[in-house]
């Protein structure tokens, strides 16, 4: 069983910075990749930053040069580094990791963090 769990989420004023954590647990093979989605009320989620393991990086237009991902040495958390914060940017912010176990890969969800940011 596999376990994502986000963290760090909260309320920010516009130009502040924020950080949110995410850690994958539990019993696997490999992290293939580690990303972040994010939603608001009525749109779909959408790819806000994802690292995979062969070191590519992937970041949405909207948040290229304020967003960094990043990852631990153990490969079972991820970051995002949030500057520059913009109204633009409140949502329920979701950490996917795609996992490779007994020969599948599955993608797993964490249960989302609010982030607010406000004017």
């Known amino acids: 069983q596999v376990h994502i769990v986000e963290s760090g989420g909260g309320l920010v004023k516009a130009g502040g910075s924020l950080t949110v954590s995410c850690a994958a647990s539990g019993t696997f093979d490999t992290i293939v990749a580690m990303g972040w989605y994010r939603q608001t009320p009525g749109k779909q989620r959408d790819l806000v930053a994802k690292i995979v393991r062969d070191g590519s990086l992937y970041y949405a237009d909207s948040v290229k040069g304020r967003f960094t991902i990043s990852r631990d040495n153990t490969w079972n958390t991820v970051y995002l580094q949030m500057n520059s914060l913009i109204p633009e940017d409140t949502a329920v912010y979701y950490c996917?990791?795609?996992?490779?176990?007994?020969?599948?890969?599955?993608?797993?969800w964490g249960q989302g963090t609010q982030v607010t940011v406000s004017s």
């Open positions: 996917s990791a795609d996992i490779f176990h007994d020969r599948r890969l599955n993608t797993y």
